[in-house]
Every structure is written in structure tokens, then in C-alpha cells.
């Protein structure tokens, strides 16, 4: 079975600064890709970033990166600069590759204030 | 183009009623996924369909069932409402990029009286 773990139930920033979520992951499969999830008190769903497992580099988007580590099967997502908008729910989520189903297995979820 | 749109945004319904919840994709995108949210039990995957044919299935009881127009909006059904049916209920519709990303609705916030 595939599972996804995020151990941080909430976290605190201050604005400017840096921080980091974590998130480890279980799955039998060699093919798989990872996500992380922003959920804002609005409630719509937005990818922040995502990482095949078969690329070594990890993901960066703007303001956004990974510590992808496959052999320990942790996924940690870096938030630089903080800003006040980056205050949301923080989900990781795994999917298998292959293409056979787009179903995504989430973690609990980090929620992530920001601090003026 | 338009994002995912899901209808109603909010609904109440009683014990014992029946409820179905209604999901535009992204034009182009032939894959829905249906997850519901609880505080309790986090996001959990209800749901996918792709090209009009269910292919994927949580664990979820009978209660709970979907289907897929030929235009690849998506309907999902409960019937017999329990007060633990009270969720959101979240639509993602999947591209064709080799990410499959998906693109998440609004939901819809069901609450069971």
C-alpha cells in the first residue's frame, strides 16, 4: 500500500524567512511521481511543485523547491522569502506513475502560518 | 480557459436523503477525480473516471457512486446520507502533460443534518 506522511501538523514562519515542510512516503513502485498541495482559507487546491522520481534534480519553482531523497523516501518542500500569502494547508501527495490513474494518496497536511 | 467548476457550492441535506454533486472539467481534460475532505479522515480518494468509464475506486461503501458524460463532465451521487457524509467534496480534472496534473474545483460543502 502507498502511504504519505506529513509529522508537522502546523508550522510558523516569519515573514522573509525560510521554511521547511516535511513529508516521507511509501510505495513499492518505481515509478511514481510527488506532489505538494496548497489548500488557502478559500479552499481551492493548487499544485505548488512536483518531482518525477527518476530525475535526480530536484524540482524548483521560483520561491519553491524540494529535498527529494529517494532512497529514504522523503519529500521536503523549502518555502524562501515567505510571504503572507503563502499562509495555507500544505499537502504532499504521491501517485503512481505509468498512467494507468491519475488517484493521488495525500499526507494529513501542514498548516503553515506566516507571521508579520 | 475555464477552470474545474463544481455544482452546488454548498448544500444541506437530512439523514436519509440523497444528494449528487455535479463536475465540469477543463475543456480538453478527460480524466475526473472525485476526493472527499473530513478534518477527521484528511483527503481521501473517492473516485476517477476517465472516458466515460469508472477505472479506479477508493474504499468507499456502495453509497457512494459517479459517472461520466460523453463531454467529460462528471456527476457524483450519495444516497442514504449519514451525518459522516458531511464533507468537501473535491473534483480534480487531469490534462494530458507527462505530469497529469490535476487541477482541483472549489468543492462542494456538504453538510448532513
Known amino acids: 500500500a502507498q502511504t504519505v506522511t506529513q509529522s508537522q501538523p502546523e508550522m510558523s514562519v516569519q515573514e522573509a524567512e525560510t521554511v521547511t515542510l516535511s513529508c516521507t512516503y511509501d510505495?513499492?513502485?518505481?515509478?511514481?511521481?510527488l506532489f505538494w498541495y496548497k489548500q488557502p482559507p478559500s479552499r481551492q487546491m493548487i499544485l505548488v511543485i512536483r518531482q518525477e522520481a527518476y530525475k535526480q534534480q530536484n524540482a524548483t519553482e521560483n520561491r519553491f523547491s524540494v529535498n527529494f531523497q529517494k532512497a529514504a523516501k522523503s519529500f521536503s518542500l523549502k518555502i524562501s522569502d515567505s510571504q503572507l500569502g503563502d499562509a495555507a494547508m500544505y499537502f504532499c501527495?504521491?501517485?503512481?506513475?505509468?498512467?494507468?490513474?491519475?488517484?493521488?494518496?495525500f499526507g494529513t497536511g501542514t498548516l503553515l502560518a506566516v507571521q508579520p | 480557459k475555464a477552470g474545474v467548476t463544481q455544482t452546488p457550492r454548498y448544500l444541506i441535506k437530512t439523514r436519509g436523503q440523497q444528494v449528487t454533486l455535479s463536475c465540469s472539467p477543463i475543456?480538453?481534460?478527460?480524466?475526473v477525480s472525485w476526493y472527499q475532505q473530513t478534518p477527521g479522515q484528511g483527503l481521501q480518494f473517492l473516485f476517477e473516471?476517465?472516458?466515460?468509464?469508472?477505472?479506479n475506486k477508493g474504499n468507499f461503501p456502495g453509497r457512494f457512486s459517479g459517472r461520466q458524460f460523453s463531454n467529460s463532465r462528471s456527476e457524483m451521487n450519495v444516497s442514504t446520507l449519514e451525518l459522516g457524509d458531511s464533507a468537501l467534496y473535491l473534483c480534480?480534472?487531469?490534462?494530458?502533460?507527462?505530469?497529469?496534473?490535476?487541477?482541483f474545483g472549489p468543492g462542494t460543502r456538504l453538510t448532513v443534518l
Open positions: 510505495t513499492s513502485e518505481s515509478d511514481y511521481y
Open positions: 475543456s480538453g481534460h478527460r480524466s
Open positions: 480534480a480534472s487531469t490534462g494530458t502533460s507527462s505530469y497529469n496534473e490535476q487541477f
Open positions: 473516471y476517465f472516458s466515460e468509464t469508472q477505472r
Open positions: 501527495a504521491l501517485r503512481q506513475g505509468g498512467g494507468a490513474t491519475n488517484k493521488l494518496i
